[in-house]
């Protein structure tokens, strides 16, 4: 956003949160619910600046900072904390939280939130369906035609043998 979309934007008088973490772009579907309820200070608003000059000297009144990181790629450090001096809240809107310094949070009364447990049935059902591929040989076999291999050495078994011991 440029600077005076930026500046029409705020005439809104909604509330400025500041944004750190992934490119808004990258986002084509959550950026738009969010600008309908705030206002956005991205570091992207000024590519050429480094991010601990641009926050000490557009993000001293931000309250609230809303973290995209994609990957861990981005760190809420001491660092980071001390260019945001009205920082209350930091959402996450990720589950992990360790690329947030929680003990710096804790010492500055700055709440920290997250997205908990949201994807964990995501997650239990693609360990699910791993175990399966691995177990029935899927991802493998597909490889083996895609080769070429299937007409030169025939058949590939997607069976495996599991033993199980009970008592």
Known sequence: MAEEELKDHQE????????LGLHPSALPKFLPKVVQKFNILSPFDSPTTPIHEFLINHAQSIRVLLCLSGGGAL???QEILNCL??????????????HIDLTA??????IVTNAGTVFSDDVAD???????DVLRRISASNR????????I????SLASKVFLSTP
């Open 12 to 19: 809104k008088e909604l509330p400025l949160i500041l944004l």
């Open 75 to 77: 760190s809420i450090n």
């Open 85 to 98: 001096p009205s920082l209350e809240c930091i959402v996450n809107a990720g589950t992990g939280v360790n």
């Open 105 to 110: 949070c804790k010492n500055k009364g700055i």
């Open 126 to 132: 693609c360990a699910v369906a791993l175990l399966l």
């Open 144 to 151: 083996y035609v895609r080769s070429g291999l299937w007409p």
């Open 153 to 156: 050495q025939g058949e590939y």
